[in-house]
């Protein structure tokens, strides 16, 4: 068990692990790769158990995440938040060797 999960798992929050996926959704023309992630949602739990379960290898059978790690150690290239807004992860945690930041997905669709 990671760092990340044993939070959930000490407060008995219902959650899995997504593991280090390339998210792309051609309905959004965007596409991610998390170096790790969560499910959290009742909904995105069933969904992810039943891919599981089928030992689905499509992307396209998995929820986008409620969260999503990045671990970023150069100057990224890209605005990652967009990234994740498009198909609206509900929360980004990026660390980029020095220091950690958590970055929500706001009311109005945007990640700040």
Not at 1 to 30: S, V
Not at 38 to 62: C, E, G, H, M, T
């Amino acid at each position: 068990m990671n760092d990340f999960r044993a939070l959930p798992f000490g407060l008995d929050i219902p959650c899995l692990e997504g593991g280090e996926t390339t998210w792309k959704r051609p309905a959004i023309a965007r596409g991610r790769e998390a170096d790790d992630c969560y499910f959290f949602a009742p909904k995105k739990l069933a969904a992810v158990s039943a891919s599981f379960a089928r030992q689905s290898d499509n992307i396209a059978d998995y929820p986008d995440p409620d969260l999503a790690i990045e671990i970023d150690l150069s100057p990224s290239q890209i605005e990652r938040p967009g990234i994740y807004a498009a198909p609206r992860v509900a929360e980004v945690w990026r660390f980029d060797g020095k220091v950690v930041i958590i970055e929500q997905l706001g009311p109005s669709g945007t990640i700040s």
